[in-house]
């Protein structure tokens, strides 16, 4: 800088340069404008961001879903099925029990109307139905049209629904603005989470819940001469639901999301809406039963128990899929073992199987524990899809052996960019289940989702 006793020139003084700071606030119209610094704009862009992510994912998460497909319930009437998967059905069990569920202004204010007997009305509703059984329950009720308790027979649920509404206001007058279906595993599982109820001093647990309903319902119920006037057998049911319902509301909301969210994905509960916006919804949470659509390969079984009393759970599956060239075209190998144990009710697991292929499928061979089946299996059109058929059913303590042969509708050239859909009977175990493309595993391990992709 400068010497002491030195002379300085004005040439000698060099001017230094100021950097220009700019205030962080200005005075604009007698107004303070406070201006931010950019790092403050940086985070707030930041919190704008996050708060916009975190709402798209709130919005198209299972639970905003769930409770706006409720909210949207206001004023509506719901059939509300309960499908006894332990005498299984394609939907996932027997309508053996129904109610009708009348929402008022919100869901937590509503009422169900529990139907203990439907064959009070079904069976007077067999004299107006023209429509034929298909031809296994034919063969099963022979004489008997198509009505309300049989009418889950199509393995699309949508359509089934549709089905069912239409039994129920030829039947019971009744209108309603959509169908749910509950399977009994749902129950069962919900029964875990509350422990025992007790109705009619009967204590009822997940471990008993089908045997002690089946007991009560048909055969102890029909012993006492004066319930043959009244005809309720399934009060119980009714008396059981607000107990469980109840017990239910207690374990909190995280709980019965968690619940919700695995039944949902099991496919233990099933929904379908008129209302376009209602029906997108459900195909969002993931619980319209709707058969999937598929680009090349397609595979579902679908068992139906006709009289084989309530033992489908004692029924376990394994399913082995292998798909490799031939000469022609892709040449696909089911076979399916079922084994059953002799718990109760220790009887016949009398079964008719369904096997939902993509369309134009042409069968080779099929059989059963070595003996030829292919001339009398059934072969139809469903949709867009090819369903083999034929009753396969298994004593307790045993276990049987179906398999097919099929050639696939396309081309070995499509091998190269093969994709199947699999999808999983709904309000079933699950199955084991092996797939192999051309000698390699796709998968091999149990399958307990409703469908995927490979």
């Not at 509708?409 to 499509?414: H, I, L, M, S």
């Amino acid at each position: 800088m400068f010497s002491e006793g030195k002379n300085y020139k004005v040439n000698d003084l060099k001017p230094i340069k100021v950097k220009k700071i700019k205030p962080a606030y200005r005075l604009s119209n007698h107004k303070l404008i406070i201006r931010p610094k950019k790092k403050a704009w940086l985070g707030l862009s930041l919190a704008i961001l996050v708060v916009f992510v975190l709402c798209a994912l709130v919005y198209n998460s299972f639970f905003f879903r769930v409770l706006a497909l409720a909210y949207s319930l206001k004023g509506q009437n719901i059939l509300i099925g309960f499908q006894n998967s332990a005498e299984l059905r394609p939907t996932g069990g027997f309508w053996g029990s129904f109610g009708i569920l009348k929402v008022k202004d919100k869901i937590t204010n509503s009422e169900l109307v529990f139907e203990t007997n439907p064959y009070k009305k079904d069976n007077p509703l067999l004299l107006k139905s023209s429509e034929a059984l298909p031809k296994p329950m034919s063969e099963t009720y022979p004489g008997r049209n198509q009505s309300f308790v049989n009418a889950n027979w199509q393995v699309d649920f949508p359509k089934t629904a549709k089905d069912l509404e239409w039994f129920l206001s030829e039947g019971w007058g009744e209108q309603v603005n959509g169908t749910i279906a509950i399977s009994s595993l749902a129950i069962i599982d919900l029964l875990k989470e509350t422990g025992p109820i007790k109705v009619d001093d009967i204590e009822v647990t997940s471990e008993n819940f089908t045997q002690i309903m089946s007991e009560k319902i048909d055969k102890e119920y029909w012993q006492n001469p004066d319930n043959k006037v009244i005809n309720e057998p399934k009060t119980i049911l009714k008396d059981l639901s607000p107990i469980l319902l109840k017990k239910a509301k207690s374990l909190g909301y995280y709980r019965l999301y968690k619940f919700s969210l695995f039944q949902a994905k099991q496919g233990r509960i099933l929904a379908f809406f008129s209302n376009q916006r209602q029906e997108k919804l459900v195909k969002k949470i993931g619980i319209s039963g709707e058969n999937k659509s598929y680009n090349l390969d397609y595979l579902q079984v679908s068992n139906a128990n006709l009289n084989g009393g309530k033992s489908s759970l004692n029924v376990t599956q394994s399913i082995n899929y292998e798909v490799k060239k031939s000469e022609t075209k892709p040449l696909a190998k089911l076979t399916i073992t079922r084994k059953l144990n002799d718990n109760w009710p220790n009887i016949l697991n009398r079964n008719y199987t369904r096997v939902f292929v993509p369309l134009g499928s042409e069968i080779l061979s099929a059989n059963i524990d070595g003996k030829d089946i292919t001339e009398s299996t059934d072969i139809s059109q469903e949709e867009a899809l090819t369903c083999f058929g034929t009753w396969f059913s298994v004593s307790p303590g045993d276990q049987s052996v179906l398999t097919y042969e099929y050639f696939l509708p396309f081309d070995n050239e499509n091998l190269k960019k093969y994709n199947l859909i699999y999808q999983k009977q709904p309000g079933t175990l699950a199955d084991e289940l092996k797939i192999t493309l051309g000698g390699g595993e796709l998968f091999n391990s149990v399958f307990k989702q409703t469908f995927k992709e490979f």
